[in-house]
């Protein structure tokens, strides 16, 4: 029986608000790792929600790029789009316009899922590169430091897909994934037993469109088939949500600070 999971959940007032919130978040986390254990390993996922936080980390007229420690950070991706690195599709590209094009990540520090190689090949390579960058021995995982997520209107997560094979992967590190019915079906992605054996994983969450996926995957009863962002549950037993108003608003209301608790199982 899964230990109780604490999940709490800041409630921005748009889609701007949020922005900075995740920009805060990162920069914090990225500090405190930094802080206790010299590196700050992160680890990001893609889709649009993101773009407008990183837009933010590296404009220099904000607070955020001066306070991130970026030769100390290792960055790697949560998922991607099997597509070459220059497709508008590509995480990878939409993470160098918005980010890498404006901050001092060295080629070394950042860590590109190769999307335009054969699926099963990139996933291959992308766990090599795990074990390389990580040191595991044996069954180890990784540790990320930092590991955010977003959450798509059908309630996958990373690009675990409802009813698709990749939700079972317990051994890999990385898996391909084919994704019946949604445009460019095949992805790479972190499995389950990596996301969950971060240190500290967030949700970014935003608009009206994700309300009513977040409140039955928060609230509803489990089905983790049909609702994979059930299946985070990170070791440390709490979830963070980052989350605007709009997606927030069938969740029970936040306190006065903005901020709301629910204990799962
Ligand atoms: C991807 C993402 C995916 C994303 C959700 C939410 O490759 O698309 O990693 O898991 O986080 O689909 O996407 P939005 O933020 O665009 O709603």
Request: proline residues 8%; charged residues 25%; contains cysteine.
């Amino acid at each position: 029986m899964p230990r109780d999971l604490k999940i709490v959940y800041y409630v921005e007032a748009d889609a701007a608000a949020l922005a900075a919130r995740a920009a805060e978040r990162f920069v914090e986390l990225t500090e405190q790792a930094v802080a206790a254990r010299g590196q700050a390993r992160i680890a990001i996922s893609g889709g649009s929600t993101p773009k407008a936080a990183f837009r933010l980390m590296g404009d220099p007229g904000q607070p955020w790029r001066a306070r991130m420690p970026w030769d100390k950070i290792d960055l790697w991706w949560v998922d991607e789009r099997c597509v070459p690195p220059g497709d508008p599709d590509s995480n990878y590209r939409m993470t160098r316009e918005a980010l890498l094009d404006h901050v001092p990540l060295a080629p070394g520090q950042n860590h590109r899922m190769e999307g335009e190689l054969e699926p099963e090949k990139a996933a291959a390579r992308y766990e090599a590169e795990l074990r390389s960058g990580f040191r595991l021995e044996g069954a180890e995982l990784p540790r990320f430091d930092v590991l955010q997520l977003g959450m798509g209107p059908d309630g996958h997560t990373a690009s675990l897909f409802p009813h698709s094979l990749a939700l079972h992967e317990m051994s890999r590190l990385v898996t391909a994934n084919k994704v019946e019915g949604v445009k460019d079906s095949l992805r790479i992605t972190l499995t389950r037993p990596v996301i969950n054996n971060a240190a500290e994983v967030f949700f970014l969450i935003g608009g009206a469109d994700k309300a009513q996926i977040l409140k039955e995957v928060m609230l509803g009863p489990r089905d983790e088939e049909r609702l994979p962002s059930q299946l985070i549950h990170p070791e440390n037993g709490i979830l963070t949500l980052l989350l605007d108003r709009a997606a927030a608003a069938l969740l029970p209301p936040p306190d006065a600070q903005g901020c709301g608790i629910l204990e799962r199982n």
